[in-house]
């Protein structure tokens, strides 16, 4: 008798429930397939995994573990019930929500995320637990935790890239980390504490914060002491060097504007890029050509949801692109990509700087504090503030 004669004679399970997938769907975090209970008993289940509805080769037990290839994808599986003189029956479970990066537990509160210039290290500034943790990024390890004595909010590794500076709230100071040793080679008071950039002379240290609130902090590394600082006229916000750290890029919320600082005559007039709403942070394209600034709320028009595009040669916006409550934003070396961070969603946006247009949204840990690519755009580190984590988002 032929197969399909024999199916057609066959009898009819009584239970067939749809399966079901427990677990977090994250890379590196197991998932398991729950069946539910098939009748008659006894029956004989088998499993296939799929990501994006493709099958995973050998992905035949009833459970399954993401991998980093398959970050932002949606994992489902289907089970297959046999019994002798039965129909075969295939139940396919709803898919899981996107895969979400690895993570790396580190500090308490992680806030900022720097990475040294050869690629081999990343720092993390840990406000909760006053340390720094360094992460070796082959492994994906942390490899060693520095205390300090003040909470540290954010850093700059040096232009030698021979040492890591800390800017430190509650004592104020400016720790000095030797990336040889990760070790404190020194530290020194400059009396505020803000976001942290070191000058490509390796001369000086700009900090965004200072008494006054309408000044950057400046403090001369050699001598460990202040020099004059930078007149803003409105209260300090975020601080983003460029490229060849030879421009500060200042968000200035209280004016609506970028401020641009040229580490070179920093006490010259500001060039200045006007924004719809208050910017919260900012990131300039590796060639200088764009500027892309996260904006916040206005008073009247409330929320921009958005990152606005602006082209420096003309100060005009000549793109936006949407993103739910948008925050720290960095452009991939090669200056392909624009990630952004949506605080509300705790997501992280890839967007085209072609097209201006999101390529991808994928989850993260609570409250997505910073993030950072590394030299080779291979990878991009994205600190969990409410976490204590680091996400490592892998680029395809």
Not at 78 to 83: A, D, L, Q, S
Not at 165 to 186: E, G, H, Q, W
Request: include cysteine; hydrophobic fraction near 40%.
């Amino acid at each position: 008798m032929e197969r399909n004669a024999i199916q057609s004679t066959a009898r009819t399970f009584t239970a067939t429930p749809v399966p079901t997938i427990t677990g977090v769907p994250q890379a590196g975090r197991r998932l398991t397939a729950v069946p539910g209970t098939w009748k008659p008993v006894p029956v004989v289940l088998s499993y296939r995994w799929a990501v994006n509805g493709v099958s995973v080769s050998g992905a035949t037990a009833s459970t399954f573990t993401p991998s980093n290839s398959q970050v932002g994808k949606r994992v489902t599986v289907t089970v297959t019930g046999t019994k002798a003189g039965y129909r075969t029956v295939l139940k396919t479970s709803a898919p899981t929500g996107r895969v979400a990066p690895r993570t790396i537990t580190v500090g308490t509160n992680p806030r900022d995320l720097v990475v040294t210039n050869d690629g081999r290290w990343a720092y993390v500034a840990n406000t909760g637990s006053r340390t720094v943790s360094v992460i070796a990024i082959t492994t994906g390890k942390v490899v060693a935790t520095v205390p300090l004595g003040g909470t540290p909010l954010a850093l700059a590794v040096s232009a030698n890239q021979k040492q890591v500076f800390v800017s430190t709230c509650s004592d104020n100071k400016i720790y000095a980390l030797n990336i040889a040793s990760n070790t404190v080679a020194y530290s020194f008071t400059v009396g505020a504490c803000g976001d942290l950039v070191a000058t490509p002379d390796g001369k000086s240290l700009y900090i965004g914060g200072s008494p006054t609130l309408f000044d950057i902090t400046v403090a001369t590394i050699a001598t460990r002491s202040l020099a004059e600082p930078i007149f803003t006229g409105a209260p300090v916000g975020e601080l983003t060097p460029s490229a060849d750290r030879k421009k500060v890029y200042l968000s200035n919320g209280d004016d609506y504007g970028l401020f641009i600082i040229d580490t070179a005559a920093p006490q010259a007039p500001q060039e200045r890029f006007n924004t719809s709403h208050p910017p919260i942070a900012s990131a300039p394209s590796p060639d200088g050509t764009t500027v892309y600034a996260s904006l916040g709320r206005d008073l009247i028009t409330g929320p921009s949801n958005a990152v606005e595009v602006i082209a420096t040669a003309t100060n005009r916006v000549r793109a936006r692109t949407a993103i739910t409550a948008p925050g720290a934003l960095a452009v991939s070396p090669d200056g392909s990509r624009l990630y952004v961070l949506s605080t509300e969603n705790n997501t992280i946006a890839t967007i085209s700087t072609v097209t201006n247009r999101v390529l991808s949204r994928i989850p993260l840990g609570r409250a997505p504090s910073s993030l950072a690519a590394t030299p080779d755009g291979s990878k991009v580190g994205i600190t969990n503030f409410n976490d204590g984590t680091v996400s490592v988002l892998p680029v395809f």
